[in-house]
């Protein structure tokens, strides 16, 4: 019996598409606000490591998702949530505690944010799910 979610496989392909255009865009604005506006440096490597940051940690959020729901395994569909919680968190640095907060970067990080909380509540039912069964067996 198939227990996997077609429905978080395709939200996790959306969320990392989305998220090569947020990592890009954002990191476009931290460039535009650091020529513009008086960054201070240690900010603007502040901002810039936490961004790449988030890139690894959606790395391995998109990768532990898409291995946990495929193979069924409760250990990565864990694993996804906690990366989910840590992504969660980064997103809303951007969003509320960056140096610089342009209209933009609230957009693109709300809309990020929505993409995490849909993958979160996805992960965490298909996780029972799995735990369900398992336990049924």
Known sequence: RKLSSVTLQLLLHVTAAYFVFYFLFT?????????????????????I????????????????????????????????LLLTGATILLTVYFLVWQSYVMRADVIISSVSLGLYGLDGVLA?????????FVSLS
């Open 124 to 132: 965490f039912s298909t996780l029972t799910r799995f735990a369900r």
């Open 27 to 47: 990191l476009g604005l931290i460039i535009k606000k650091s020529l513009v506006l008086s960054y201070p440096s240690d900010a603007l490597v502040c901002d």
């Open 49 to 80: 490591f936490l961004l790449f940051l988030l890139a690894a940690l959606e790395f391995l959020h998109f990768y532990s998702g898409v291995k946990g729901n495929l193979t069924e395994s409760e250990t990565y569909v864990f694993g996804n």
